[in-house]
């Protein structure tokens, strides 16, 4: 067959995307991850029991405004970099403003903490598995990320995959959030920023392996 027909034939075979499918199909691998993910935090940790009087608080929000801000900067540059036609997303550099908003709270807390009591805010009850525990509940999301990317042909493996792990991260960090008893920003911006990155690492280093295509 000569390669004119040979690239004939595959046109004739190729059936239209139909709108808005990226999206989607990312939203399902997003949400089918995070429901492992919650069944996971629930079965092992548990909410905490007063969530709903916490939810009025500023510390919860603190945490759920930094969180929810990585994950929607992230998972628009994953949709973005889906397409193989995809060019760097120029807007990451987005990330920087929640952590600058979240590095000023918390040099406010350091600033007015009483003399020794900085310790007690960046270790708080839970900083030896925190970023553990935020990093291993994004791996049920990455992977409905990965599975859901199969169905894609992006062509800048190792910034996708790192761009998902984040939004793994973040996503996933937003759920423990329902657990996690810590209120200071130096805790947050430390541990969870941690967990965060640790997602997006693993993202980078495996991204080249399970987005080829």
């Known amino acids: 067959m000569r390669t004119e027909d040979l690239i004939l034939s595959l046109a004739d075979n190729i059936r239209?995307?139909?709108?808005g499918s990226v999206p989607r199909r990312i939203t399902i691998g997003l949400m089918g991850g995070g429901v492992v993910t919650m069944t996971l935090i629930v079965a092992l940790l548990g909410l905490r029991p007063n969530l709903d009087h916490i939810m009025h608080g500023f510390p919860f929000w603190m945490k759920w405004g930094y969180t929810i801000s990585i994950f929607a900067v992230a998972i628009?540059?994953?949709?973005?970099?889906?397409?193989?036609?995809?060019?760097?997303?120029r807007w990451l550099w987005w990330l920087a403003v929640p952590a600058l908003i979240l590095?000023?709270?918390a040099a406010g807390e350091m600033t007015n903490a009483p003399p020794g009591g900085w310790t007690g805010l960046w270790m708080g009850q839970s900083w030896r598995v925190c970023s553990l525990l935020v990093f291993g509940f994004s791996l049920p999301i990455f992977a409905g990320l990965m599975i859901a990317f199969r169905s894609f042909a992006p062509t800048r493996l190792r910034l996708t995959g790192a761009v998902a792990g984040l939004a793994a991260g973040g996503f996933a960090s937003t759920l423990y959030g329902l657990h996690c008893p810590e209120a200071s920003a130096l805790f947050v911006f430390l541990w969870y920023s941690l967990g965060i990155s640790m997602a997006a690492g693993l993202g980078a280093l495996v991204g080249p392996k399970f987005l080829r295509w």
């Not at 628009?76 to 997303?89: E, F, Q, V, Y």
Request: charged residues 30%; glycine residues 0%; without cysteine.
């Open 76 to 89: 628009r540059a994953t949709i973005h970099l889906a397409r193989p036609d995809a060019d760097r997303p």
């Open 103 to 105: 590095a000023s709270l």
């Open 16 to 19: 239209p995307v139909t709108r």
